[in-house]
C-alpha cells in the first residue's frame, strides 16, 4: 500500500473513505469536526445523540454518501480521552481503519489529522499502523481471498513542514516492512524455516541493504569451541548456523551495538519433551532471530552513526538417539562448563554463546532477545515484554524507545541472589533454577556469558504471537522488538 500526504482540504480529497477521529464526549461544534456535520447534513451530531458515537476507544461509525465531500464514505472512529491521546492511538486508530476498509473492498482512505502531536511522528505511527494491520498470516490459503486490495493511504493535514511529514512516512514504511518481514518469516512452517533457509534470508537481505553477513557453519563453531550451541543442536539432522549481520556507518564509531535474537526454528523440548498441546507453535521460538534480521533490515536502510551487528543463533532442538541428554554437561566459548538439566532449556544455552562471540567481535553494549521463558506470560501476560540486565542506563533507554513505538517494556530485578538458584554440583553453572522467578533465573543464566560488557535481555515470549483478533492486528506473529530496536539504535 502506498502512503502519501495531501495538503488539500478534506473535502476536497478524492477517496473511497475520509477516516476521523472523535474524542470521548466532543462535540462538533468547532473545527473539521463541525464542518464535516454541517457538509454531512448534521450525521454526527445525530449519531452523538443516539449514543451510537461516544468517542470511547474501540468505536466505528461507518456512513455512506456523507454529502458535500469526495470521499464516498465516512469513517468516525472512537479515538478516546484527549488527554490520554498519543502516538499509539495513532497507530492503532490507522491500523483499525486500514483492515475494516479493506474488508469494505476501499482501495483508498484519506486519514484525517486532528491532533497537535508532533508531525513527523504522526505520520510515522499512522503509515506503521496501517501497514502493519494489513499483514495477514495467511500466505498458504489456496482459496480466492475475499478481503478487497487496499492501494493507498492520504495523510490529510493542512500544516507543518512536507519534508517533516514526508520523513516520518518514509521511515514508518521502512520500519513496519521490517516489522511485516519478521512476521512473515516467524509465520513460516518449520519444515520450510530451517536454520539453513534462515541464514538465506539472511543473505537476502544483506544483498538487497548493503549489509555485511558471514554464516559460521557447525566446523567453524566448533572451532570457536560453542559447545553450549552445538550441544543443542546435536539432536537434528538439520545442520546449525551461527548468523553474523554486520552494519557499518559512513564514519568510524567507537560504539559497537550487538543485537542477540534466539533463533531456535522448532523446539521439541528435546528429550525433556513438550506437551503436544500447542507443539505447532513452537516454529515461533525463532522470533528472536527474525527480529533481529528485520532490525538490522531497517537500520540499514536508516543509516545511524553507530557500528551494529546482529547475531542469530540458529538451529533446532529435537530429540534423538544423538540428541542431548539431562544430566550431561557441556563447555561454553567462553570456557565455562554448563549442567543440563532440562534440555528445554535450549535458548539459554544457544544465546551463551552467540552473546560471547558478541563481545568476540568486539561490541560495547549487547541486547538480546528472546521467547525464552513460559514464567514471563505468567509474570506480564501478552502485555509487556520484561527487559533485565546489567546496564540501567541501556534499561531505560530501551523501555524509552518502546514506549515511543508502541512496545510496552517492565523491568525485572536481577539480583545476585538469583545466582544461587543456579548453581551445579558438578559444573561452573546449570541451566535452570527450579520453579520459582524463572525469567529472572534464565536471564542470570545469559548474564553469566556477557561478562562485564553492558548488557540487556528482553524475554519476548508472552508477546511475541497474538492469540486474539484485534481490530488494528491479525492473529499470529507480532514483530514485537522491531519497532524498539530501530528506535534504541537510530533515535526516536
Same mark, same amino acid.
Given at each position: 500500500?502506498?502512503v ?8 476536497e ?26 457538509r454531512?447534513? &448534521?450525521v ?8 451510537e =458515537?461516544?468517542?470511547k476507544?474501540?468505536?466505528?461509525s461507518?456512513?455512506?454518501?456523507? +454529502? ?11 479515538? +478516546? ?5 498519543n502516538?499509539?492511538v495513532? %497507530? ?6 486500514? %483492515? ?17 502531536l ?31 486490495h ?22 514508518g ?18 519444515? =520450510?524455516m530451517?536454520?539453513?533457509e534462515?541464514?538465506? %534470508? ?17 566446523? %567453524?563453531?566448533?572451532? *570457536? ?11 537434528s ?14 564514519a ?6 550487538a543485537?542477540? &535474537? ?6 521439541? +523440548? ?7 498441546? &500447542?507443539?505447532?507453535? *513452537?516454529?515461533?521460538? *525463532?522470533? &528472536? ?13 536508516l ?20 540428541a ?40 560495547t ?40 513505538a ?5 523491568? =525485572? ?13 558438578i ?8 520453579r ?18 553492558p548488557?540487556?535481555?528482553?524475554d ?18 507480532? +514483530?514485537v522488538g ?5 528506535? =534504541?539504535?537510530?533515535?526516536?
Amino acid at each position: 500500500m502506498e502512503v502519501k500526504a495531501d495538503a488539500r482540504k478534506f473535502a476536497e480529497i478524492d477517496c473511497d473513505a475520509l477516516v476521523v477521529g472523535v474524542y470521548e464526549g466532543e462535540k462538533p461544534d468547532g473545527g473539521a469536526l463541525a464542518e464535516i456535520d454541517e457538509r454531512s447534513g &448534521g450525521v454526527i451530531t445525530s449519531l452523538i445523540e443516539t449514543g451510537e =458515537l461516544t468517542g470511547k476507544s474501540g468505536e466505528s461509525s461507518y456512513v455512506h454518501n456523507p +454529502g458535500d465531500i469526495k470521499a464516498r464514505r465516512l469513517l468516525l472512529l472512537g479515538a +478516546g480521552k484527549l488527554d490520554e491521546f498519543n502516538l499509539d492511538v495513532v %497507530r492503532k486508530m490507522a491500523g483499525t481503519a486500514a %483492515r475494516m476498509l479493506r474488508g469494505k473492498k476501499a482501495r483508498s482512505f484519506a486519514f484525517l489529522r486532528r491532533s497537535q502531536l508532533p508531525l513527523g511522528e504522526s505520520a510515522q505511527a499512522a503509515t506503521e499502523g496501517a501497514l502493519l494491520a494489513l499483514f495477514d498470516p495467511d500466505k498458504y490459503h489456496t482459496n480466492d481471498k475475499t478481503e478487497g486490495h487496499l492501494e493507498t493511504m492520504i495523510l490529510a493535514t493542512t500544516e507543518g513542514d512536507k519534508n517533516e511529514l514526508d520523513r516520518g512516512v518514509e521511515r514508518g514504511r521502512i520500519v513496519a516492512e521490517a516489522a511485516n518481514f519478521a512476521r512473515e518469516v516467524i509465520n513460516e512452517p518449520s519444515n =520450510l524455516m530451517t536454520p539453513t533457509e534462515l541464514a538465506r %534470508r539472511a543473505e537476502e537481505v544483506a544483498r538487497e541493504f548493503g549489509l555485511e553477513i558471514d554464516v559460521l557453519d557447525e566446523a %567453524r563453531m566448533k572451532e *570457536m569451541n560453542m559447545g553450549a550451541l552445538l550441544g543443542v543442536a546435536q539432536g537434528s539432522a538439520e545442520p546449525a548456523k551461527m548468523i553474523v549481520l554486520r552494519y557499518r556507518p559512513q564514519a568510524e564509531s567507537d560504539e559497537t551495538i550487538a543485537i542477540v &535474537g534466539k533463533g531456535i526454528t522448532f523446539d521439541t +523440548g528435546g528429550i525433556s519433551i513438550k506437551p503436544a498441546d &500447542g507443539m505447532e507453535k *513452537m516454529k515461533y521460538d *525463532m522470533a &528472536g532471530g527474525a527480529t533481529t534480521i528485520a532490525a538490522l533490515r531497517a537500520i540499514a536502510q536508516l543509516k545511524p552513526s553507530v557500528n551494529v551487528i546482529g547475531i542469530v543463533p540458529a538451529t533446532e532442538n529435537m530429540p534423538g538417539g544423538r540428541a542431548q541428554r539431562p544430566g550431561d554437561v557441556v563447555r561454553a566459548m567462553t570456557g565455562k562448563t554448563i549442567e543440563v538439566i532440562n534440555t528445554d532449556a535450549e535458548g539459554r544455552l544457544v544465546l551463551a554463546d552467540a552473546v560471547a562471540y558478541a563481545r568476540y567481535l568486539g561490541a560495547t553494549k549487547i541486547v538480546d532477545l528472546a521467547t525464552l521463558t513460559g514464567a514471563v506470560s505468567i509474570a506480564l501476560g501478552d502485555i509487556y515484554v520484561a527487559v533485565l540486565g546489567t546496564d540501567q542506563e541501556l534499561i531505560d533507554r530501551i523501555i524509552a524507545a518502546g514506549r515511543n513505538a508502541g512496545e510496552k517494556i517492565w523491568q =525485572l530485578p536481577l539480583d545476585k541472589e538469583y545466582r544461587e538458584q543456579i548453581k551445579s554440583e558438578i559444573a561452573d553453572i546449570k541451566n535452570i533454577g527450579g520453579r520459582k522467578a524463572g525469567t529472572i533465573t534464565g536471564a542470570y543464566f545469559i548474564r553469566e556469558f556477557v561478562e562485564e560488557t553492558p548488557w540487556a535481555h528482553l524475554d519476548i515470549a508472552g508477546t511475541a504471537w497474538n492469540e486474539t483478533l484485534k481490530p488494528y492486528l491479525a492473529v499470529g506473529p507480532t +514483530g514485537v522488538g522491531v519497532r524498539t530496536l530501530v528506535n =534504541l539504535v537510530c533515535g526516536n
